[in-house]
C-alpha cells in the first residue's frame, strides 16, 4: 500500500515527511481539485502532501494510481469535503496486481519527465510554441523576459536550456511602446516578427481568442495589447505581473510596455524623458499644426511625466516603503530591491493618482488590490529604526511609534526623503564616532 508523508506542520513548525525525501512518488493538492504531479524527492509543504510506496520497485503502480482518473474518483467516495484529510488519503483502497499492469502498459519506459506547457510554472521552457497561452509568453520574450531554465536553472530530469533563437527579438532596454517612439517599430508589428519566427504562419484572430484565461473579444494584436493585455497578464500570473503597462490615460495616447525586472532607476529615468518626451514633441508639433486631439494628447503626456518624475524623486507618499527594513535602508528615491517583493514596489505607481481606471494608479487596468496591513505580528524591533512596529493605529507619515511594542505589519507607510536622510546622516556621524572612540 502507498504511504502519505506530511512535511510541515504550520502550527508547531514542525519537519516531518522525511521518509519522503530522496525518493519519487505524487504529489497532491488536497484542496479543491486534488491535482497531482510527480514529486521528485524534495521538501515539500503540509498542504500538498505525498506519496511514496512502501518499496520503491512499486513506484510506477503507486504513481499510476494516483495520476488515474480513478484517483480521484476514490477519495472523493471517502470524503466530500473540500479540503480532503490526509488520514483518509493514505487509507484509500489499492489493488498492487492491477496498477502493475496499468503502470506496464502506460508507462513502459518508466514515470514521464517533468514537463509544462504552463508559463506560471518554473519548468516552462519560455518558448511561444507548444504553450498554453503563445501570445502572452511571446509578450514576455518581446520585453526581453526568460523563464528559470533560460537563466541557467536545472531541475531534476528538466535541465537548463539553452539559447532558441527568439533573444534577436527581445528589446534591449525592456521598455516597448505602443505607438512607434524612440526610433523603435511598433509593439504590435514587433509581435507579429516574433510569432511568426516562433510559430511559422499563425491565425491572429485564433491567437487572440484564446489568450488569457477566459479568451478575448479583440480583432487585432494592437487592440488586443492595448486593452486586454495588461488585465489578462495579471490574473495568469496571479496578481504578480512582471510586465507593466503604463498609459496617460487615452485609448490615442501614451501607451508602453515595460519589463519590471528592468526597472531601475535609470530605465524609469529613460521611459520619462526619452521615451515619453519623444511623444511629447511630437504631440507638441501636432498642436502647433491643429491636428484633432493632439493638444488633450499633449495635456495628458506631460502629466504623465509629471507624476513618472515624482516616483524617480520618491517623495512621500510616493515612497518605496518596506516593512522589513530599518528606516536607514529604505529606498531614497526609485531604487527599487526587486527581492522585496512586487507589492512593496508597486505601490508608488498605484498612488501617483488615476489616470484611467479607479484605483489603477498608472496601470491600464487594476493589477492587484494593495493591503494596508497584513496578517500576523513581527517579532519585537528597536523603535527608532521601525517606528511603525509600535503603531496601534494606521502609522501615516513619518511615524514616531507609541509606548508599547505592537508588530501590527503595516504597509500604508510612507517616510519623507528628509526623515531618511536624517538617518542616514545619524548613521554616518555614529560610525565616525565610532571610529574616532
Known amino acids: 500500500m502507498s504511504r502519505l508523508l506530511i512535511?510541515?506542520?504550520?502550527?508547531?513548525?514542525?519537519?516531518?515527511?522525511?521518509?519522503?525525501?530522496?525518493?519519487?512518488?505524487?504529489?497532491?493538492?488536497?484542496?479543491?481539485?486534488?491535482?497531482?504531479?510527480?514529486?521528485?524527492?524534495?521538501?515539500?509543504?503540509?498542504?500538498?502532501?505525498?506519496?511514496?510506496?512502501?518499496?520503491?520497485?512499486?513506484r510506477d503502480a503507486v504513481s499510476a494510481f494516483c495520476l488515474s482518473d480513478e484517483?480521484?474518483?476514490?477519495?472523493?467516495?471517502?470524503?466530500?469535503?473540500?479540503s480532503i484529510d490526509n488520514g483518509y488519503l493514505s487509507k484509500l483502497p489499492f489493488d498492487l496486481a492491477h496498477?502493475?499492469?496499468?503502470?506496464?502498459?502506460k508507462y513502459p519506459d518508466g514515470l514521464p519527465k517533468p514537463h509544462s506547457d504552463d508559463p506560471t510554472q518554473w519548468l516552462f521552457?519560455?518558448?511561444?510554441?507548444?504553450?498554453?497561452?503563445?501570445?502572452?509568453?511571446?509578450?514576455?520574450?518581446?520585453?526581453?523576459?526568460?523563464?528559470?531554465?533560460?537563466?541557467?536553472?536545472?531541475?531534476?530530469?528538466?535541465?537548463?536550456?539553452?539559447?532558441?533563437?527568439?533573444?534577436?527579438?527581445?528589446?534591449?532596454?525592456?521598455?516597448?511602446?505602443?505607438?512607434?517612439?524612440?526610433?523603435?517599430?511598433?509593439?504590435a508589428a514587433r509581435l507579429r516578427q516574433l510569432l511568426t519566427a516562433a510559430l511559422g504562419t499563425f491565425d491572429e484572430r485564433a491567437l487572440?481568442?484564446?489568450?488569457?484565461?477566459?479568451?478575448?473579444?479583440?480583432?487585432?494584436?494592437?487592440?488586443?495589447?492595448?486593452?486586454?493585455?495588461?488585465?489578462?497578464?495579471a490574473k495568469l500570473f496571479h496578481d504578480r505581473p512582471f510586465i507593466w503597462h503604463l498609459w496617460d490615460g487615452r485609448l490615442d495616447g501614451f501607451h508602453a510596455l515595460v519589463n519590471y525586472h528592468k526597472l531601475d532607476h535609470a530605465l524609469l529615468q529613460k521611459l520619462t524623458y526619452a521615451y515619453l518626451g519623444n511623444w511629447i514633441q511630437q504631440q507638441s508639433e501636432d498642436a502647433k499644426a491643429d491636428k484633432p486631439g493632439a493638444a488633450e494628447r499633449?495635456?495628458?503626456?506631460?502629466?504623465?511625466?509629471?507624476?513618472?518624475?515624482?516616483?524617480?524623486?520618491?517623495?512621500?507618499?510616493?515612497?518605496?516603503f518596506v516593512r522589513w527594513k530599518p528606516i536607514k535602508?529604505?529606498?531614497?528615491?526609485?531604487?527599487?530591491?526587486?527581492?522585496?517583493?512586487?507589492?512593496?514596489?508597486?505601490?508608488?505607481?498605484?498612488?501617483?493618482?488615476?489616470?484611467?481606471?479607479?484605483?489603477?494608479?498608472?496601470?491600464?487596468?487594476?493589477?492587484l488590490?494593495?493591503?494596508?496591513?497584513?496578517?500576523?505580528?513581527?517579532?519585537?524591533?528597536p523603535k527608532k529604526d521601525y517606528p511603525w512596529f509600535w503603531c496601534e493605529e494606521e502609522p501615516g507619515t513619518d511615524p514616531t511609534g507609541g509606548k508599547d511594542f505592537v508588530g501590527n505589519r503595516w504597509n500604508n507607510v510612507h517616510l519623507t526623503l528628509a526623515a531618511k536622510r536624517t538617518q542616514t546622516s545619524n548613521r554616518k556621524v555614529n560610525h565616525e564616532q565610532d571610529l574616532q572612540g
Not at 484517483?71 to 473540500?82: E, W
Not at 499633449?298 to 518605496?320: N, S, T, V
Not at 526609485?334 to 496601470?363: E, T, Y
Request: negative net charge; contains cysteine.
Open 208 to 233: 487572440i481568442a484564446a489568450a488569457g484565461l477566459k479568451g478575448s473579444k479583440s480583432k487585432t494584436l494592437e487592440d488586443w495589447l492595448r486593452d486586454e493585455f495588461f488585465e489578462q497578464h
Open 125 to 187: 521552457s519560455g518558448h511561444p510554441k507548444g504553450s498554453d497561452q503563445p501570445l502572452h509568453v511571446a509578450v514576455a520574450r518581446l520585453l526581453g523576459y526568460q523563464w528559470p531554465r533560460q537563466t541557467g536553472t536545472g531541475f531534476p530530469d528538466c535541465p537548463a536550456l539553452g539559447a532558441d533563437g527568439l533573444e534577436s527579438f527581445a528589446d534591449e532596454d525592456g521598455i516597448v511602446c505602443l505607438p512607434p517612439l524612440n526610433r523603435e517599430q511598433p509593439a
Open 71 to 82: 484517483f480521484v474518483t476514490t477519495a472523493r467516495a471517502a470524503n466530500q469535503a473540500l
Open 329 to 367: 535602508d529604505q529606498a531614497q528615491g526609485w531604487h527599487p530591491d526587486l527581492n522585496d517583493g512586487i507589492r512593496q514596489n508597486i505601490r508608488p505607481f498605484l498612488l501617483a493618482g488615476d489616470v484611467g481606471k479607479r484605483g489603477a494608479g498608472l496601470f491600464r487596468t487594476v493589477p
Open 7 to 58: 512535511e510541515t506542520n504550520d502550527h508547531t513548525g514542525v519537519i516531518r515527511g522525511r521518509e519522503a525525501w530522496g525518493k519519487t512518488g505524487i504529489a497532491i493538492d488536497r484542496v479543491g481539485s486534488l491535482a497531482r504531479a510527480v514529486y521528485d524527492g524534495d521538501l515539500f509543504h503540509s498542504l500538498v502532501p505525498v506519496v511514496v510506496a512502501h518499496d520503491q520497485k512499486d
Open 99 to 105: 496498477w502493475q499492469k496499468v503502470a506496464a502498459e
Open 369 to 381: 488590490a494593495l493591503k494596508d496591513k497584513d496578517r500576523g505580528t513581527e517579532p519585537t524591533r
Open 298 to 320: 499633449l495635456g495628458a503626456a506631460r502629466a504623465l511625466q509629471a507624476k513618472l518624475a515624482a516616483i524617480l524623486e520618491g517623495e512621500a507618499p510616493l515612497d518605496i
